[in-house]
């Protein structure tokens, strides 16, 4: 069974920097396409960025030149979301999600909190 896990969550200043890290297990294929998403309260979950199996990104225009996604090199099915100069509203839950076929995978999601 595939269980999605993000861990680096926290609280953070405003202009700081927090790594995210999501690691999808239970399976023996490499997901294909591995995102983040988030959602702050009160709003629709967003898409902030994705990686595909052969590393090429795609980010939400209001993180382009601040968030770097990326895939670990030894094992493809953990993902990376390097968070700089961050602002009060990044502020939300990041949700790690991928898929196969017809089913979606999402994590339990982690709090990332800016601080002004």
């Known amino acids: 069974q595939v269980q999605v896990v993000e861990s680096g969550g926290g609280l953070v200043q405003a202009g700081g920097s927090l790594r995210l890290s999501c690691v999808a297990s239970?399976?023996?294929?490499?997901?294909?396409?591995m995102d983040w998403y988030r959602q702050a309260p009160g709003k629709q979950r967003e898409l902030v960025a994705s990686?595909?199996?052969?590393?090429?990104?795609?980010y939400a225009d209001f993180v382009k030149g601040r968030f770097t996604i990326s895939r670990d090199n030894n094992n493809k099915n953990t993902v990376y979301l390097q968070m700089n100069s961050l602002k009060p509203e990044d502020t939300a839950v990041y949700y790690c999600?991928?898929?196969?076929?017809?089913?979606?995978?999402w994590g339990q999601g982690t709090q990332v909190t800016v601080s002004s």
């Open positions: 990686i595909t199996r052969g590393s090429t990104t795609n």
């Open positions: 999600h991928t898929k196969r076929a017809s089913s979606d995978y």
């Open positions: 239970g399976s023996i294929f490499i997901f294909n396409t």
